[in-house]
């Protein structure tokens, strides 16, 4: 392994390992927080119309990509 490459890997398990330390402070510093229902419907709402955005957004990707739609014209000027 390069030492480019061993380089690329520490950095990328010093960043997992920070996440999870965020990850895990910021839990455990919410432990004494309660979410009203309203909370939870706005969450739950968020949650799907953003998957809802995402998937719309990757099939309008897959559509343009095998229509033809991304193709390079090659008869065009340059």
């Not at 979410?35 to 343009?64: E, K, N, Q």
């Amino acid at each position: 392994m390069s030492r480019a490459n061993l380089l690329l890997v520490l950095a990328a398990v010093a960043g997992l390992g920070f996440a999870a330390y965020a990850a895990f402070t910021a839990w455990t510093g919410l432990a004494g927080v309660e979410m009203s229902p309203h909370g939870w419907a706005a969450l739950a709402l968020g949650s799907i119309l953003s998957l809802a955005v995402a998937g719309g957004l990757m099939m309008l990707v897959f559509h343009s990509s095998r229509h033809g739609h991304d193709d390079v014209d090659q008869d065009g000027p340059r």
